[in-house]
């Protein structure tokens, strides 16, 4: 029987589809550490991840879930935007999977959130940087002040991505209240 995942769900079916091996994984928002935690527990030894935050308790909380789990080694954590990618790329470093989720830290300042500008530019970056097949998944979370204008402005450049390129795919349920997440999963062609 198939049962209809929940945003959050259907991100992490999209991590498993990828090929999960000696490659380059990103997160782009560690906030509470729990997608880089499945991240770290899927891909093999010889792949790496770099988990981003701007605020240093999401990337404590994220350091300290990882080693509960004894899976640190995996990862770098690191406290800076996600604008900033490229600064901790090789030059010709490859990105298998990316994945992001957009709002504020759950348990923290509502007034701290991901912003358009440094959003858009970060997945621009992503775009240039994905390897053949690889993906970058959004979760958007819309709910609150700002909220809004981020997920109308990523779904603006997502949607305008060249089809021969690229697939975009946009998974939200449309009956229910409160601005339920949506997950954008973005999929290189070539």
């Not at 929940?6 to 729990?34: R, V």
């Not at 970056?125 to 709910?143: A, E, F, P, Q």
Request: with cysteine.
């Amino acid at each position: 029987m198939f049962i209809l995942k929940n945003a959050q769900q259907f991100s992490q079916e999209m991590i498993l589809s990828a090929n999960l091996e000696n490659g380059l994984f990103i997160d782009a928002t560690a906030g509470n550490g729990h997608d880089t935690l499945f991240l770290a527990q899927h891909i093999d030894s010889t792949s790496k991840i770099l988990s981003f935050d701007i605020q240093e308790t999401a990337i404590l909380q994220t350091r300290q879930l990882l080693q509960k789990y004894d899976l640190a080694p995996k990862v770098t954590c690191i406290l800076d935007s996600h604008a900033n990618i490229s600064n901790y790329l090789e030059q010709e470093e490859r990105v298998r999977l990316a994945i992001f989720n957009l709002g504020y830290l759950p348990g923290s300042d509502k007034k701290i959130i991901t912003i358009p500008s440094s959003t858009l530019e970060a997945i621009q970056i992503l775009l240039r940087r994905l390897d053949k097949n690889g993906k970058i998944i959004i979760v958007s979370y819309y709910g609150h002040d700002g909220g809004l204008e981020e997920k109308d402005a990523v779904e603006e450049l997502i949607s305008a991505l060249p089809q021969k390129e690229w697939s975009v795919l946009k998974y939200q349920f449309i009956n229910q209240i409160n601005c339920p997440p949506i997950c954008y999963v973005i999929e290189k062609k070539k």
